[in-house]
């Protein structure tokens, strides 16, 4: 029974406020989120990164290591996606990022929070920054199909993930009104986006509900079976090794939508914003079972 009460408290703050996020996009249509899009581009994702991964006790060698392993990780999406959109004779490559970037983010986050505490948060802070990295160099490229070095070095996110490993490598003391205020920038942050999650599933449409469906099981449900092989064949344990399958198992994330509507054709844009939504909705049905198996086994 307390298993039970455990996924409870884990789950329902994060549907809970994306329902709320829900609610204020079906009540008014035309509620502006770029305020949330930008804060949390500019400000929000570098304080969660800096926040999670310099004041959670995470050592050098566990960043690294699942830094690699969810590298690993995302190596197998993408082979996975390949065969899905080839099959489809869809475009491999603008198409490719909602296989292969998921919601670590606006979702991972705070369940890993919420499942294993701060110690969580710093694991799935060390994946999320890998993706971070990702939707702005890799994602890029993919969706435009030209790799574009200005995007990185614009990109805060790019600075606060390489000043975190330089404090982390040098074992360097954050000063507390540091610690303070990325504490308070990331848990803001966190709600605002589940927040504007919420909004965007009342915006984004299905436009091909079949192939969006099988894409969205190759995302959730052959995710965090890639994430259990790497378990198993790296012989990982606790909390850290249920953090990687949890973030294995998140669906596509919205940033997908952002970035192809910047450089993709309207047709890959409406394939990505389908596949997100039914990812994330399907996700409601997967995420507590992966939770429940991860705060079973890995703890």
């Known amino acids: 029974m307390e298993i039970y009460l455990k996924l409870f408290e884990v789950i329902f703050p994060v549907f809970f406020v994306v329902g709320i996020g829900y609610y204020l996009g079906k009540k008014n249509p035309k509620i502006d989120t770029t305020f949330i899009t930008n804060f949390g581009g500019n400000i929000g994702s570098p304080a969660i990164v800096f926040y999670s ?13 699942y830094f690699i392993y969810y590298l690993l990780a995302i190596i197998g999406f993408s ?65 435009s199909k030209k790799f574009n070095l200005e995007v990185i070095t614009k990109s805060p996110a790019f600075y606060s993930v390489i000043i975190s490993i330089i404090f982390l490598y040098f074992e360097i003391p954050v000063p507390n009104f540091v610690v303070n205020t990325t504490m308070l920038l990331t848990y803001a942050t966190i709600f605002l986006i589940l927040m504007s999650l919420g909004i965007a599933l009342t915006r984004l449409k299905v436009f091909s509900f079949y192939t969006s469906l099988v894409g969205s099981i190759a995302r959730v449900i052959i995710g965090p079976i890639i994430g259990y092989l790497i378990i198993l064949y790296f012989n990982l344990s606790g909390y850290a090794a249920g953090v990687l399958l949890i973030q294995c198992s998140m669906p596509s994330a919205v940033l997908n939508y952002l970035v192809g509507s910047m450089y993709s054709p309207k047709k890959v844009v409406d394939n990505i914003a389908s596949m997100i939504v039914v990812s994330t909705l ?4 997967t995420i507590p079972i992966i939770v429940f198996l991860s705060l079973k086994y890995f703890f």
Not at 57 to 65: D, E, I, K, P, R
Not at 282 to 285: A, E, G, K, P, T
């Open 282 to 285: 399907l996700s409601f049905i």
């Open 53 to 65: 991964v310099t004041t959670t006790g995470l050592t050098f060698s566990v960043f690294t290591n």
């Open 79 to 143: 082979i996975i996606g390949v065969i899905f959109l080839f099959f489809f004779k869809k475009d491999v490559i603008m198409e490719l990022p909602p296989y292969i970037l998921p919601n670590t983010g606006n979702m991972g986050l705070p369940i890993c929070l919420f499942a294993y505490g701060a110690n969580g948060l710093g694991v799935a802070g060390a994946i999320s920054s890998l993706i971070i990295l990702f939707h702005f160099t890799l994602g890029v490229f993919l969706a």
